[in-house]
């Protein structure tokens, strides 16, 4: 698993429980040093250890925890890169929604030797829709439901969001738009602001 995904995993149990909570957790998880590095590699087992740790030491299910880590990628202030690469998908929720298919190669364009999941959007009708999750890593859906949460709160759109599962290595959120103007979004300018 990519160092960078680690160091997010280690970045929201950081940042919402504190270092030696992370610390206890590293530990459990049987890891022998407690930060990742954000461009290495690391056995696949490793992540499970820590996601496992994560959800042994709050009581939190397994897909809850991957959930809550799509949800601080978006919306935690610290890791504002993430937002900023999701909001150039769209003016709006569904335009964002339909920037997904797209949304790989724009990760890869960031960091080229990530392995992000490959995205299929479908839309059933004008608010409703399903997405597709293709990964060899089991729970990249539920990453994404927090993350597809979080943009719709960052749009001020209502949505409803249900995984609905997983069959070999696809997994299937189904999206339901239920007001796009419901509250105020976040504010996102597309250029960098100057600096002094």
Same mark, same amino acid.
């Given at each position: 698993?990519?160092?960078?995904?680690? +160091?997010?995993?280690?970045?929201?149990?950081?940042?919402?429980?504190?270092?030696? +909570?992370?610390?206890?957790?590293?530990?459990?998880?049987?890891? !022998?040093?407690?930060?990742?590095?954000?461009?290495?590699?690391?056995?696949?087992?490793?992540?499970?250890?820590?996601?496992?740790?994560?959800?042994?030491?709050?009581?939190?299910? @397994?897909?809850?925890?991957?959930?809550?880590?799509?949800? @601080?990628?978006?919306?935690?202030?610290?890791?504002?890169?993430?937002?900023?690469?999701? +909001?150039?998908?769209?003016?709006?929720?569904?335009?964002?929604?339909?920037?997904?298919?797209? #949304?790989?190669?724009?990760?890869? #364009?960031?960091?080229?030797?990530?392995?992000?999941?490959?995205?299929?959007?479908? !839309?059933?009708?004008?608010?409703?829709?399903?997405? +597709?999750?293709?990964?060899?890593?089991?729970?990249?859906?539920?990453?994404?439901?927090?993350?597809?949460?979080?943009?719709?709160?960052?749009?001020?759109?209502?949505?409803?969001?249900?995984?609905?599962?997983?069959?070999?290595?696809?997994? #299937?959120?189904?999206?339901?738009?239920? !007001?796009?103007?419901?509250?105020?979004?976040?504010?996102?300018?597309?250029?960098?602001?100057?600096?002094?």
């Amino acid at each position: 698993m990519h160092g960078l995904v680690n +160091r997010s995993i280690q970045g929201f149990v950081q940042d919402n429980f504190g270092r030696a +909570r992370w610390v206890e957790i590293a530990h459990l998880a049987g890891l !022998e040093f407690v930060e990742f590095e954000t461009m290495l590699h690391y056995p696949d087992r490793m992540t499970l250890q820590v996601i496992d740790a994560i959800t042994r030491t709050f009581g939190t299910p @397994y897909d809850t925890v991957l959930e809550d880590v799509g949800t @601080y990628l978006v919306a935690n202030p610290k890791v504002q890169a993430v937002r900023r690469l999701l +909001r150039f998908g769209g003016a709006d929720f569904v335009e964002f929604l339909h920037s997904l298919d797209e #949304l790989p190669e724009r990760a890869r #364009l960031a960091v080229d030797d990530l392995d992000p999941p490959r995205l299929e959007l479908r !839309e059933h009708s004008c608010n409703m829709f399903s997405l +597709r999750v293709d990964s060899r890593y089991p729970g990249c859906g539920h990453v994404l439901v927090g993350m597809l949460r979080a943009m719709a709160d960052d749009y001020g759109t209502l949505v409803l969001l249900e995984h609905m599962g997983r069959v070999q290595r696809s997994e #299937l959120i189904d999206i339901t738009v239920i !007001e796009t103007a419901f509250a105020d979004g976040r504010a996102f300018d597309l250029g960098a602001r100057a600096v002094g």
